[in-house]
């Protein structure tokens, strides 16, 4: 062990710098920091080009480059800007600080820098937050977080996951992984911690907080209902809703402090937590500067002022309210009140506060808001009233429930104790405004410290915790313009967790270093222990403060006189020189002033007695408990004292605000001390709220006030730089020789390294594992390195570019006497074709030459031609014009002189008129005189009388004659009338005639819906089928044919007449048939009754032997062979032959006493039932009789009329079926009848089974007669009559001969029944039949009539009755059918009802051997075994085959069985129980499976090859119940015997659901549990593994900084070089695993899918969050990793399923980081890329950092064009915000049908399982 030399170097106040002169702005820096500055570096490292930071006052350090080496105090640098500036130092400690190397800007640990300074800190914690977007960064143990004004998507679940079991340092930085140490440390070291949480306003305290509590709640989280975590989340929105409030910094600033510990159980989960809050801001209450807001409490009420449940607080616009608007700044950007008080009401309701409290609540703070808007009235100088009609006063009152007098009186007065007088004093303006004030604050303090202890109430433990972490979220340190006893009190807090911190600090450098067991010096440290003094101590600030508070006069201005007196002695205090009311303190951070005024009011805390008194007296319950109730855990009490001279000795002991602030802030450091502390530190950056927007120079102020620096300036003053061994040789093994590499001893190789480098043996140290390196050394060496490697690429250039050069010349010698060779070629060349050009030219010159002139001749010629034709045109055109208008003015004179000549021969035509008119005029009247004397005379009235008598003569004539016409007309009147009747007859006719027209149409509607019906039952009426196509044919021939004849009325009544007479015999014929039914249905009933009577006999019998044969074997003895009842009633010894349904074409007799128990009432086909009912007679073979002399007394025989009536029977029955196919060949067409005859003949069946059913039956009782007999004459010999001592042989021969009476007369009665059944259809066959004749008659004379039918119509008709009828027909035999089988099942649950009760099995009829050849025995014939694929079991074994086949199975047994063999066997036990049609059963049997295989997987749900094993069972029972459901879409690929075997009885499609989601259950537990095995595999395989030789892709650890607060050494789980290979063997073990047990191959594919995705998440989610892993060499090596998973899945056959698509994120993220990253690169990325999100995208370009200096670093502006471009690709896609992939997504899962080709019949039960109960049937 080295020896360790410790010097101790005490503690500097830090008070004697701040006096010295200021001799450059470099030092004074540091001096306000209490560091000297030291300078690491040796002057010769200032030479020209080395970059320094020089101050500045706006970016307080500015980047340069020295333009000369350093020499005479003279620096010379150029800016960045190209600027210059030339200064000189006053010595070497003045230099600028130096500039990291580019390697290491942008480190995520602050400590790792090699120079560590302010400058380095600062411009690192700008470059990652504003290049890399990084707002967290380690500084040693410090978290240091920025607030990036900007939601990230950084803090979801995936994240949280990702963090989950890492150390600090491993992943970038992040408040979780802050909080994954606390609580690792907690579990591993069982000891208490706590997370510091400091920073200014509006830096993010909170937030932090509240994202760390997220973290415990999220790892934490408890099983229990109460879900403590849940509630912690949620009181969040009240603590912030009642102490939260917006400044002009911060929009949601906490203005108080408050300490969460959450309680954790032994297993760590969360059982409770508890709150502590520190100095609430009272003064927000009644006072808000400009722009800022009140609490938001009160702005969230007013926003729900509408409410009508908030109706009664009377409130409304903020802005009405004197408390809210003082500020002028009501709305907060982004922030809706109204919903936030919704939330607020919600958190309430979560953490059991109810509607009523919360009523409560809000009735107070609508009272403290009313109690501000009272108006206070200044009366006469010296006091102040109230207005009794003050609005405000009334509410105020009615909210809190107190009288108005009072708190009127009272907000005006205070009460004056003297001795032993009480006065009353009014108060002026000022003091009645400052003590409403006082009780508006007041009220508020209380009802916060209630609402906060009420949550504590809710977050109680309810048992002892065992360990907690504590999250503390206070204030920073905080100076104005204008400070007072806030600022005072939280700078105070700050002092004392600075001195914490520092100390914390240290102890961990001390711990490092003895801990490497290396020589060091105690580190010199600032001690803030003399400003705590000051501030606490006797006689101190608070001290004098107090003491003031109890003087009856103390004032503001006496206290601060005595500060100063009593404190000048203090270094950290002084006083201004130009004030007398405040004084300076100087904090670790800066120098702060402060103003005394109200210092004394604050502390005191003073309310009125009375106003108390007054509150208390409330009507409101919770008014009424604020203030009586005694609350000790308010951290800010309030100290009630009335305002009097003389004070009781309770109310002197109160304390002051300031007291319980010490006292509080006591405790706080005590449980602080107690803990393991963490630290996290906010960081402002700007104070415009502007998103990554970093300010330096308000950085630096928090940096420094925040105790970064510190951190840096400890961790400088030691050795900052840490390497082990292994990776400094890595690294810097090209600085020697390769003879002075030890491999086996890398710390001799690291000796001899540094030996060459280093001469200053104080510049680093060689500890246990590390090498300590001071600061600076580190670049020193990189310098070196890159020194050596530009050498050695020099070199290398040098070399290659003679090669080059040689290989240039040569080439280019070469190329030139090429070229001159073939450019003299071509110029000879070019020679002669230019002189075959020029003589060509000339040729063509001449030729063109001539053909110009040629053109230009014709051209000529052509228009001159064009010239003439135009003007001759022109001519012509003229004359013909001139011709045409002197034709028309020919044809014009013609027409006018025409016109001219008419109107002259028309007007002397007029003239020549007018005078004869005018003549004849005269001459008309002339004659008219001399025609009037005419008249006049006696001869003239002779003439006219002789011309009326000859009219009277004609008028005689012509009435005799219409008389006669008149008695004619009356003649056709009548026959009119006949006529008019005979027309209302037509019209009725034609009526008539329409209606049979709509008739026929609605009949050929039906046709043809009838014709498609049987086209869609073309396969099942193939008959009818066949005479529709018939019908069809001859309808198209007929109308082909008779397409002009029309239907007639008459005929059509006519064929509508037979129609009716057609469905009255069809129904005449359906109620037949009903009743033909219903006798049938009762014959079978009655056949069954017969059938249990004779069971029942049957049991009587045998139970009665069973007694004959016990009072046997006690008479016998031992004297015969022993022979057990069971052998006397089981002869063939197959006594436990099953009774239950496996198969459908055996007989049913043989079902209950066949040895292969085919099963009774089966559904089979009619043929095997023919067969097998033949078959059960001919294998009986009749003995004849020769001996009768030996027979005994009782002697059954088959009955001889028996015989003739089945002889009888049988010819019955053959001229039955004689008649019936002469019936079916008559007709062939007629499918009613057909169908008819065939369910006649199924009739006839079922009653000649069971006929012989019943003689079967008698043959056994015959059998067990004879060997009744048997017995006792072997056992007894003659004395036979022993057995019958009682009677008993001879009541059973009675009961026998009855029995056969009884079943002889039911024979008769059947036969009877059957005489009497077969005559009736005889009848109605041959009634059938002859109307089937007339029919066809009709049909035959319809079709010949020609015109006067319409044969189309009425065959349509005919087919559409036919088909009708057959359809019927046919339901009712299906009905018939459906009817049997129900009548089949109820017979076999009565055979097993009977075999339940106790009446045994029936007996077997095998190998009856004849033992007396004088009696007439049957012989019956042993059927070969067919096995049908079912196991029989008692129900009783049912637990046991469960138990063989699930409980005790294990893996490597089943792995030797047939694939899915436990599943074949139980569906084959499932089937059984369909079989017999047993619900009960087969419900128990599928739930006792269900339950099994549950309480497997939950017992063995962490062995991987049980879960398995079960996954591929229940997906092989869950397709065989697919299979052989009976369900066509799952039988596609079955055989026709499994179709057989289809279920018959059970509809299981509620167990395939069952058996799907454990199916889904199982599939999760598999994917978890190898998840479980694959994740520690993940980042050493894909990420940390390095197969590739020679390439490196580990950046080194030394700079990647320290591991975190507590160096943890924990090694990796897998070693990286292996676990890649480790990687491949789990995946192969995967697959072999499920393979073996025969998983369906989709599944697999699907299982691999999943594990891919979640290989992929992990790595990239890894990847994301560590920059170490961002580089070139790194990304080459992923790709090289990955592709061994994809050559696997190749390998396994299963790339070309989609499984390797998953990889692709991881796939495109290597390829991202082995890109070219240019400008030119921008599209080509972007589409490369196209699995990964923009952030994702964006996140590792930030992260990329060269691994060594030759390789670029990635522009920042090419970084803003990819996002630029992405942004385009990111628009409608939300997914494009997720930062990491979601670990716990999960893919859909398919279960798709995988039929099975095994046969069931060929399953056998193995030796190795104990299944012996099962028997296969």
């Known amino acids: 062990m080295m020896p360790m030399v410790i010097r101790r170097v005490e503690p500097y106040s830090g008070a004697q710098h701040q006096r010295r002169p200021s ?184 937030v932090s907080a509240k994202y760390a509590m997220r973290y415990f709640a999220s790892v ?53 937590a508890n709150m502590r809050t520190y100095l609430l801001e009272k003064s927000r209450v009644v006072f808000q500067a400009q722009d800022e807001r009140n609490y938001h409490i009160f702005y969230q009420l007013c926003s729900a002022s509408s409410d009508e449940k908030l109706k009664h607080l009377r409130l409304g616009h903020q802005q009405t309210f004197h408390y809210l608007n003082q500020g002028h700044s009501p709305h907060i950007d982004g922030v809706d009140d109204a919903a936030d008080f919704q939330e607020t009401r919600r958190a309430f309701m979560l953490l059991g506060i109810n509607e009523a409290a919360q009523e409560q609540i809000f009735r107070i703070l609508a009272g403290i808001l009313h109690l501000g808007n009272v108006t206070l009235e200044e009366d006469n100088g010296d006091s102040s009233t109230i207005d009794s009609k003050d609005e405000s006063l009334h509410i105020v009152a009615e909210l809190l429930g107190i009288p108005v007098e009072d708190i009127q009186k009272w907000l005006c007065h205070r009460k004056i104790v003297s001795g032993r007088e009480v006065f009353t004093k009014p108060m002026t303006y000022t003091e009645a405004t400052f003590s409403r004030d006082a009780l508006a604050k007041h009220i508020y303090a209380k009802l916060f410290d209630w609402i906060v202890s009420q949550i504590n109430k809710c977050f109680a433990a309810p048992a002892k915790p065992f360990r907690f972490i504590g999250v503390l979220d206070i204030y920073g340190f905080e100076t104005f313009v204008i400070n007072s006893f806030e600022q005072f009190c939280i700078n105070y807090a700050n002092e004392k967790l600075q001195q914490q911190f520092n100390q914390h600090v240290f102890k961990l450098e001390q711990e490092e270093y003895v801990k490497e067991q290396i020589e060091w010096e105690f580190i010199n440290f600032y001690d803030n222990q003399p400003c705590i003094d000051l501030i606490e101590s006797k006689l101190g600030i608070l001290d004098l403060l107090d003491e003031e508070c109890r003087m009856p006069k103390g004032s503001d201005q006496s206290w601060v006189e005595k ?125 415009d709220k502007m998103a990554f927007t970093f300010d330096p120079t308000r950085a630096i102020q928090q940096l420094r006030a925040c105790g970064v620096l510190e951190t840096v300036r400890i961790s400088a003053a030691g050795y900052p730089s840490r390497w082990t061994y292994n990776e400094f040789s890595s690294r810097y093994r090209v600085l020697c020789n390769s003879r ?30 590390k090498i300590f390196f001071r600061a600076g050394q580190v670049a020193y060496m990189e310098k070196l390195r890159a020194d050596r490697l530009s050498a050695c690429g020099v070199m290398i250039q040098k070399h290659v570019r003679m090669y080059l050069h040689r290989n240039r010349f040569r080439t280019m010698r070469k190329a030139a006497i090429v070229i001159q060779k073939y450019s003299r070629g071509m110029a000879a060349r070019r020679q002669a074709h230019f002189m075959r050009q020029t003589a060509a030219a000339i040729k063509i010159q001449a030729c063109v030459r001539g053909w110009v002139k040629r053109v230009q001749y014709r051209r000529l010629v052509y228009t001159v031609t064009q010239l003439q034709a135009y003007a001759r045109g022109k001519w012509a055109r003229q004359r013909f014009e001139h011709m045409r208008r002197v034709r028309a003015a020919i044809v014009i004179q013609k027409n006018v002189r025409a016109w001219l000549t008419k109107r002259r021969y028309l007007k002397a035509m007029r003239g020549i008129i007018t005078t004869q008119g005018l003549v004849r005029c005269f001459l008309a009247r002339r004659r008219l005189k001399k025609l009037k004397i005419e008249a006049k005379s006696v001869e003239h009235q002779k003439k006219l009388n002789k011309g009326l008598e000859n009219k009277i003569i004609s008028l005689q004539q012509k009435l005799t004659e219409l008389k006669n016409e008149n008695v004619h007309i009356k003649g056709y009147k009548e026959e009119i009338t006949n006529l008019k009747g005979h027309l209302v007859e037509m019209k009725a006719t034609e009526v008539q005639l329409k209606n049979s027209i709509n008739r026929v149409n609605e009949l050929e509607a039906r046709v043809v819906k009838l014709t498609e019906e049987l086209e869609m039952e073309r396969d099942e009426k193939m008959d009818v089928l066949t005479e ?58 009655d056949e069954k009754l017969a059938y249990q009577r004779l069971l029942k006999e049957f049991n009587r019998l045998e139970q009665k032997n069973d007694l004959l044969e016990e009072q046997l074997a006690k008479h016998k003895g031992n004297n015969a062979h022993k022979r057990t009842a069971s052998n006397v009633s089981n002869l063939s010894g197959a006594s436990d032959a099953p009774t239950e349904l496996v198969r459908d074409d055996a007989s049913e007799f043989s079902s209950i006493i066949g040895d292969d128990d085919i099963g009774y009432g089966s559904v089979r086909s009619r043929a095997s039932e023919m067969s097998d009912s033949s078959r059960n007679l001919e294998n009986i073979e009749w003995g004849s009789p020769s001996n009768k002399a030996n027979s005994s007394e009782i002697k059954i025989q088959v009955p001889e009329k028996l ?98 009476r009884q079943l002889e007369e039911e024979l008769k009665a059947e036969k009877l029944r059957h005489r009497e059944t077969e005559t009736e259809y005889k009848g109605e066959l041959e009634r ?88 007439v025995l049957p012989v019956i014939r042993k059927k070969e075994r067919e096995y049908m694929g079912m196991f029989e079991y008692d129900r009783r074994e049912e637990m046991q085959i469960i138990r063989v086949l699930i409980y005790e199975l294990k893996p490597r047994v089943a792995v030797t069985f047939l694939p899915g063999l436990p599943a074949y066997i139980l569906f084959m036990c499932i089937r059984h129980t369909d079989h017999i049609n047993d619900d009960e059963k087969v419900r128990s049997l599928l739930n006792n499976i269900v339950n099994g295989v549950k309480r497997v997987i939950k017992k063995r749900h962490e062995d991987l090859d049980s879960t398995v094993l079960w996954l591929s069972n229940v997906l092989r029972l869950l397709h065989n119940l697919k299979q052989y459901s009976g369900d066509k879409a799952f039988q596609a690929e079955n055989t026709v015997k499994q179709n057989e075997q289809s279920l018959k009885n059970f509809d299981l499609s509620e167990y395939r659901q069952v058996l799907s989601d454990i199916a889904v259950w199982i599939y999760n537990g598999v994917i978890k549990l190898m998840e479980e095995k694959v994740q520690p595999l993940i980042v050493p395989s894909i990420l940390e593994h390095e197969a590739i030789a020679g390439l490196s892709g580990n950046k080194p650890g030394g700079m990647r900084g320290r591991a975190g607060s507590l160096a943890r050494e924990l090694e990796s789980p897998v070693e990286p070089q292996k676990a890649l290979d480790l990687l491949l063997k789990e995946l192969t073990q995967f697959y072999r695993t499920l393979a073996m047990f025969g998983t369906d191959p989709e599944l697999i594919t699907q299982v691999f899918r999943q594990i891919f995705y979640f290989i992929c998440a992990g790595s990239l989610n890894n990847l994301l969050l560590r920059k170490d892993m ?88 090419f970084i803003h064009k990819i996002q630029a471009k992405l942004q385009e690709r990111a628009e409608g896609e939300q997914a494009q915000a997720t930062l990491l992939m979601n670990t716990k997504f999960a893919f859909p899962v398919r279960f798709p049908f995988n039929p099975s080709s095994i046969h069931l019949e060929d399953v056998e039960l193995p030796d190795a399982l104990p299944l012996g109960m099962l028997k296969k049937v």
């Open 1670 to 1757: 961002c580089h070139w060499s790194k990304g080459m090596q992923i790709r090289y990793n990955l592709s061994h998973l994809e050559q696997w899945t190749r390998d396994m056959r299963l790339h070309e399923s989609g499984v390797t698509d998953t990889l692709a994120p991881i796939i495109q993220a290597a390829q991202l980081l082995q890109a070219r990253k240019t400008d030119d690169d921008v599209h080509s990325i972007c589409d490369m890329c196209d699995k990964l999100t923009v952030s994702q995208i964006i996140k590792i370009l930030n992260l990329y950092t060269p691994a060594d200096e030759f390789e670029e670093r990635v522009p920042i502006t």
């Open 1328 to 1415: 059938l039949r002859r109307d089937n004749e007339r029919q066809q008659k009709l049909l035959a004379q319809n079709l010949t009539k020609g015109d006067s039918s319409n044969p189309e119509t009425l065959l349509q008709s005919e087919i559409m009755r036919l088909t009708s009828e057959n359809l019927n027909l046919q339901g009712q035999v299906d009905s018939l059918t459906e009817q049997l089988k129900k009548y089949k099942r109820s017979l076999r649950a009565y055979a097993k009802k009977l075999k339940e009760a106790g009446g045994g099995d029936p007996p077997d009829l095998l190998d009856v051997a004849t033992t007396n050849e004088g009696e």
């Open 740 to 769: 002075d590499i030890k491999r086996n001893d890398m710390r001799l190789t690291c000796q001899k390294i540094i030996s060459n480098m280093i001469d200053d043996e104080d510049k680093f140290k060689f500890g246990r594992t």
């Open 23 to 206: 001799l450059n702005p470099l030092v004074e820096r540091y001096r306000i920091l209490g560091v000297t500055l030291q300078h690491p570096c040796h002057r010769h490292y200032y030479m020209a080009g080395a970059r320094v930071w020089i101050p500045d006052s706006e970016q307080v350090w500015r980047c340069a480059e020295l333009t000369q080496d350093y020499k005479d105090r003279l620096v010379t640098v150029i800016y960045t800007d190209g600027q210059t500036n030339e200064f000189k130092v006053k010595s070497d400690e003045e230099l600028p600080p130096l500039r990291n190397p580019d390697i290491l800007i942008g480190e995520n640990d602050l400590t790792s820098l090699s120079y560590l300074h302010e400058p380095a800190v600062l411009y690192n914690l700008q470059v990652r937050f504003c290049n890399h977007n990084a707002i967290y960064t380690y500084c040693g143990i410090v978290l240091v977080a920025i607030n990036p004004y900007e939601e990230l998507p950084i803090y979801g679940p995936d994240t949280i996951g990702a963090y989950r079991g890492h150390s600090m340092g491993d992943l970038d930085p992040h408040i979780f992984a802050v909080a994954e140490e606390a609580f690792t440390q907690m579990e591993r070291d069982n000891k208490d911690q706590s997370i510091i949480v400091s920073g200014e306003s509006g830096a993010g305290k909170t």
């Open 1203 to 1300: 015989q003739e009536l089945e002889m009888e029977n049988a010819k019955l029955k053959d001229d039955l079926n004689r008649l019936r196919k002469s019936i079916a060949d008559a007709e062939p067409q007629n499918n009613r009848v057909q169908e008819f005859m065939k369910q006649f003949e199924a009739l006839q069946d079922e009653l000649e089974r069971r006929r012989e059913e019943c003689i079967q039956l008698r043959t056994v009782l015959a059998n067990r007669a004879h060997d009744l007999r048997s017995l006792t004459q072997t056992s007894y010999g003659k004395d036979v009559d022993i057995v019958n001592e009682d009677g008993e042989l001879a009541l059973a021969y009675q009961t026998q001969k009855q029995v056969n």
């Open 220 to 272: 934490g989280g408890s099983d229990s209902e109460t879900q403590i975590e849940k509630k912690i989340l949620a009181s969040n929105p009240i603590m912030e809703a009642i102490g939260n409030a917006k400044t002009t910094r911060n929009d949601n600033s906490s203005r108080f402090g408050k300490y969460i510990e959450l309680d954790f159980t032994q297993k760590y989960n969360i059982m409770g």
């Open 1028 to 1085: 529709k196509e018939r019908a069809e044919k001859e309808n198209r021939e007929l109308v082909e044919r008779l397409n002009a004849e029309n239907a007639r009325l008459t005929e059509e009544l006519s064929v509508a007449q037979r129609e009716e007479s057609k469905r009255e015999a069809e129904e005449l014929l359906r109620r037949k048939f009903e009743a033909e039914k219903q006798q049938l249905f009762m014959e079978n009933a």
């Open 563 to 687: 500060l100063y007196d009593k404190c000048k002695k203090w270094e950290h205090f002084s006083k201004p020189r130009l004030s007398n009311t405040s004084f300076l303190i100087a904090h670790f951070a800066d120098k702060v002033g402060y103003e005394c005024a109200g210092f004394l009011e604050k502390n005191r805390d003073t309310v009125s007695e009375e106003q108390i008194n007054i509150l208390k007296s409330s009507q409101i319950n919770l008014v009424h408990a604020l203030f009586t109730e005694k609350d000790h855990r308010a951290p800010t009490k309030v100290k009630v004292l009335p305002v009097a001279p003389v004070q009781s000795k309770s109310k002197q002991m109160k304390k002051t605000v300031g007291s319980q602030f010490r006292d509080s802030l006591s405790l706080l450091m005590l449980t602080l001390n107690s803990t393991t502390p963490h630290y996290v530190r906010c960081i402002k950056p700007n104070d």
